[in-house]
């Protein structure tokens, strides 16, 4: 048996009311005199968070179903019928999330006999109803008894008698807090913030909340973070926690800003549900002025190119956190300036840990560094600035300019474009540029296709229009910096796809002004490939059947966690004589009127080789989405693919089969001989179980993202308060 409380299960809750609300409301008919299968439900013990309860039936081998509802959703209800129909009806939603029929499902849920139990974490004097019917396993589970409904209501909470005192010494824009409770046994929780949050957040005019919510949410807020940290509950709990009289200390608080502390006592029961134990006690302090961190930062510029250059900062701290950006420069912007800009424009993400680095940065592109930092633009003014940040508060910023060496003008340089790895349906351009810092982006098509005046006005005005939307979330970016992000430059090989078989194909390449954003030329290039005709092969691909992860429960393929809740579908394929080699992929939606051509292009990043002396494919998918299996052959003669097979499914609970087919299925490929089989550690060809994704255009890079240095997470420190100053309102 599993218990059954409804009360955890808030979206089939929230669900249940909507679905109550909409059913007519007829006239009250008297409940029928209860006959056959009858309850006798016993109160035990009540608390302020807990009931224990004993359910009696009538006939102790009937099933039945136990559920706890809170009395008002119970009382919307007009007849205990559509209370009944919408229960069974919100769980089989949840049997077929799990690939079960409710039949499969209710068994985990349902009593037999005499049921002792109780039900906790509830909330205090509220008004609870336990319900009780009885379910008929040879009809489906349909409720076969009339509804036992026993309502009770919790105790009221009895809080702590516990006060305390909180003592704030400022230094700067540290805080030390000596918090002396009355009652040292009692556990507390303490909480600094701003007031500005603190008042914004129980304005009638925001979010209304009481001091007590604001207090669980600034909770419930700080344990999330841990827990997205890495640190296991315990940790946390052994770190907020405290009991007795303690000192703590916060760090990095925004100076000159007033600030609200808040502790409360909180009772922690055995199941580890938490509950606010007593009234909550604020005061207030004021910060001084910042203290900088003892910082200092070196700069080094050197080698530089027309879209290069060698950078390097040093920090005196290897520990200390540090911001630092190139940028185009204006000749006249200083380095506070500057540093101001972008503590206005990304503090908040600062704040948050982003775009902050320590130790040495080298992109010099000598030892133990890549390459050199990739820059947007030649003959253009650039600086580097950097700086100091911590919780706000920023060290004496450095800054170093220098001008990138001049390039030829766009509209001399000279391209070339070549083609391999040509197949009826794809084919790789290698583009090669005589001047490394033009800006361009290739295309191909059919050369009746091909208008130039209308791809050129294309181009320009989609540069246009990115370059104003890029400006409207920060109006300092620059037309090469735009480029830099979505255009080509220098050598590159890129794959093209969604071509017809045995066409000609034309290429062009269009290079970009970067001070203008217009083309400066256009290179074609006539007769760049002929598609061949497809292979003579064409794959069948036939769909063997749908199996639940749960009952494969790791029994065939060894990884329980992977097919757990989920449908494993396996497809059979074949009509493959005269190939060379077998491709597959499985991937979402109905693609089964799709051209060979767009399936090429669609499955692009997902083919993998299928054993031709075992083709099946098995993978891990979702209940009730469509899926359609592809596969292709490359033709032995002439080493090029055929036509792309396919077949479509949708794992439901009605398609469901019988977990013994795949058992003996597998168990006959592992039999064969040569078998690439190898359980339990695989599913097939010895890769795994495949995960299905929808498909995704996966382009080339167009430009080098620097790293960003993340901070390690520190070791959690029991005497130092996480400053509630990062929790804003728009993170809701």
């Known amino acids: 048996m599993k218990k059954f409380n409804w009360l955890m299960m808030l979206v089939a809750m929230v669900a249940m009311a909507f679905t109550a609300c909409e059913n007519p409301t007829p006239e009250p008919e008297p409940?029928?005199?209860?006959?056959?299968?009858?309850?006798?439900?016993?109160?035990?013990?009540?608390?302020?968070?807990?009931?224990?309860?004993?359910?009696?039936?009538?006939?102790?081998?009937?099933?039945?179903?136990?559920?706890?509802?809170?009395?008002?959703?119970?009382?919307?209800?007009?007849?205990?019928?559509?209370?009944?129909?919408?229960?069974?009806?919100?769980?089989?939603?949840?049997?077929?999330?799990?690939?079960?029929?409710?039949?499969?499902?209710?068994?985990?849920?349902?009593?037999?006999?005499?049921?002792?139990?109780?039900?906790?974490?509830?909330?205090?004097?509220?008004?609870?109803?336990?319900i009780v019917f009885g379910v008929d396993p040879a009809n489906n589970y349909e409720a076969c008894s009339e509804v036992s409904k026993t309502k009770f209501t919790t105790l009221a909470f009895e809080k702590l008698d516990v006060t305390?005192?909180?003592?704030?010494?400022?230094?700067?824009?540290?805080?030390?807090?000596?918090?002396?409770?009355?009652?040292?046994?009692?556990?507390?929780?303490?909480?600094?913030?701003?007031?500005?949050?603190?008042?914004?957040?129980?304005?009638?005019?925001?979010?209304?909340?009481?001091?007590?919510?604001?207090?669980?949410?600034?909770?419930?807020?700080?344990?999330?973070?841990?827990?997205?940290?890495?640190?296991?509950?315990?940790?946390?709990?052994?770190?907020?926690?405290?009991?007795?009289?303690?000192?703590?200390?916060?760090?990095?608080?925004?100076?000159?800003?007033?600030?609200?502390?808040?502790?409360?006592?909180?009772?922690?029961?055995?199941?580890?549900?938490?509950?606010?134990?007593?009234?909550?006690?604020?005061?207030?302090?004021?910060?001084?002025?910042?203290?900088?961190a003892d910082l200092t930062l070196t700069i080094s510029v050197t080698d530089v190119e027309m879209d290069r250059a060698a950078i390097k900062i040093t920090p005196s701290d290897d520990k200390a956190t540090f911001?630092?950006?190139?940028?185009?420069?204006?000749?006249?912007?200083?380095?506070?300036?500057?540093?101001?800009?972008?503590?206005?424009?990304?503090?908040?993400?600062?704040?948050?840990?982003?775009?902050?680095?320590?130790?040495?940065?080298?992109?010099?592109?000598?030892?133990?560094?890549?390459?050199?930092?990739?820059?947007?633009?030649?003959?253009?003014?650039?600086?580097?600035?950097?700086?100091?940040?911590?919780?706000?508060?920023?060290?004496?910023?450095?800054?170093?300019?220098?001008?990138?060496?001049?390039?030829?003008?766009?509209?001399?340089?000279?391209?070339?474009m070549t083609a391999s790895s040509i197949t009826p349906y794809s084919l790789t351009i290698g583009v090669t540029s005589s001047v490394a810092s033009t800006y361009y982006t290739p295309g191909v098509c059919k050369p009746e296709e091909y208008d130039e005046e209308?791809?050129?006005?294309?181009?320009?005005?989609?540069?246009?229009?990115?370059?104003?939307?890029?400006?409207?979330?920060?109006?300092?970016?620059?037309?090469?910096?735009?480029?830099?992000?979505?255009?080509?430059?220098?050598?590159?090989?890129?794959?093209?796809?969604?071509?017809?078989?045995?066409?000609?194909?034309?290429?062009?390449?269009?290079?970009?002004d970067h001070k203008t954003g217009k083309?400066?030329?256009?290179?074609?290039?006539?007769?760049?490939?002929?598609?061949?005709a497809v292979g003579s092969v064409t794959p069948t691909v036939e769909f063997i059947g749908n199996y639940s992860g749960n009952d494969e429960a790791g029994a065939v393929f060894g990884q329980p966690d992977a097919t757990k809740g989920r449908a494993i579908s396996v497809f059979k394929y074949s009509n493959f004589d005269g190939a060379r080699s077998l491709f597959t992929t499985l991937l979402g939606d109905n693609l089964m009127n799709y051209t060979d051509p767009e399936l090429w292009k669609y499955g692009t990043g997902y083919w993998d080789a299928c054993s031709m002396s075992q083709p099946y494919g098995f993978y891990v998918t979702d209940w009730d989405y469509e899926y359609t299996a592809l596969a292709y052959a490359v033709d032995a003669t002439t080493g090029q693919p055929g036509g792309i097979g396919r077949q479509n499914t949708m794992p439901t609970v009605e398609n469901k089969q019988d977990i013994q087919e795949l058992i003996d299925l597998v168990a006959e490929l592992n039999a064969a001989e040569g078998s690439s089989f190898a359980l339990p550690e695989s599913v097939v060809i010895g890769e795994g179980i495949k995960y299905v994704a929808s498909p995704v255009v996966v382009e080339a890079p167009v430009a080098e993202v620097k790293a960003e240095a993340k901070v390690a997470a520190p070791a959690l420190n029991a005497n130092e308060v996480m400053v509630g100053g990062y929790i804003r309102p728009f993170y809701l």
Not at 181 to 198: A, L, R
Not at 381 to 397: K, L, Q, R
Not at 494 to 500: C, H, K
Not at 519 to 532: C, D
């Open 323 to 416: 911001c630092w950006m190139v940028g185009a420069w204006d000749g006249q912007q200083t380095a506070e300036e500057i540093m101001n800009e972008i503590v206005a424009m990304y503090g908040s993400w600062m704040n948050s840990g982003m775009m902050l680095y320590y130790g040495v940065q080298d992109y010099t592109g000598g030892p133990g560094s890549a390459y050199k930092y990739k820059l947007d633009a030649p003959d253009t003014d650039y600086y580097v600035v950097a700086f100091g940040y911590a919780g706000g508060i920023t060290t004496e910023p450095v800054m170093e300019t220098f001008h990138t060496l001049p390039a030829p003008d766009a509209s001399e340089t000279e391209f070339n």
């Open 31 to 130: 409940e029928p005199t209860p006959e056959g299968l009858t309850f006798k439900v016993e109160l035990g013990e009540i608390t302020y968070s807990s009931v224990e309860y004993t359910v009696t039936p009538s006939d102790l081998e009937a099933e039945y179903l136990c559920i706890l509802y809170d009395a008002e959703t119970v009382e919307e209800f007009t007849q205990d019928k559509y209370l009944v129909a919408t229960l069974l009806q919100e769980l089989e939603a949840e049997a077929r999330a799990e690939g079960m029929t409710l039949a499969e499902f209710l068994p985990t849920y349902t009593d037999k006999g005499v049921l002792e139990d109780s039900y906790e974490r509830l909330a205090s004097e509220s008004d609870y109803y336990i």
């Open 164 to 292: 305390f005192e909180v003592e704030t010494t400022v230094d700067g824009n540290t805080a030390e807090f000596e918090v002396t409770p009355s009652d040292n046994e009692v556990i507390w929780y303490f909480y600094t913030i701003s007031t500005g949050t603190f008042d914004y957040y129980q304005s009638p005019d925001a979010y209304n909340m009481s001091l007590d919510q604001f207090l669980l949410y600034c909770l419930e807020q700080q344990i999330g973070q841990l827990r997205g940290a890495g640190y296991t509950d315990n940790q946390i709990l052994n770190a907020i926690f405290h009991k007795g009289a303690l000192t703590l200390q916060a760090k990095d608080l925004t100076a000159n800003t007033d600030y609200t502390n808040m502790v409360a006592g909180f009772i922690i029961d055995e199941t580890g549900a938490i509950t606010l134990a007593s009234d909550v006690a604020t005061s207030t302090y004021t910060t001084g002025d910042a203290k900088a």
């Open 519 to 532: 083309v400066a030329k256009v290179q074609t290039f006539e007769n760049l490939a002929t598609t061949p």
């Open 454 to 512: 209308i791809l050129v006005s294309e181009v320009e005005a989609g540069i246009a229009e990115m370059l104003e939307m890029q400006q409207q979330f920060d109006p300092n970016v620059t037309l090469s910096q735009l480029l830099g992000m979505y255009f080509y430059k220098g050598n590159y090989t890129i794959d093209a796809s969604g071509m017809q078989p045995e066409t000609t194909i034309m290429g062009y390449i269009f290079a970009i």
